[in-house]
């Protein structure tokens, strides 16, 4: 029997300024960065949605969405 490489989602918060200029949630206290290398990392879907909401009210004209990424993908 193989074993699958079963690989496991984490959520990152992308942040949308003036529907055109992308940050990253880079820590708790609403820092954004453009390096999706610096974004949080959520194991709970739930969570992030949490925090995105957040952020829209504290940032004008933004729009916050999580999205499912690889841990590769955002680490490597």
């Known amino acids: 029997m193989i074993k699958e490489d079963k690989k496991e989602n984490i959520y990152i918060i992308e ?4 529907k055109y200029e992308k940050y990253y949630l880079a820590d ?4 954004l960065s453009k390096n999706k290398r610096d974004a949080v990392i959520f194991i ?3 969570n992030a949605y ?3 909401s957040i952020i829209e009210t504290k940032y004008k004209e933004a729009l916050g969405k999580v999205r ?3 841990i590769e993908d955002v680490i490597y």
């Open 15 to 18: 942040v949308l300024i003036n």
């Open 44 to 46: 709970k879907e739930n």
């Open 28 to 31: 708790y206290d609403f820092s």
């Open 68 to 70: 499912a990424e690889n």
């Open 50 to 52: 949490k925090l995105a």
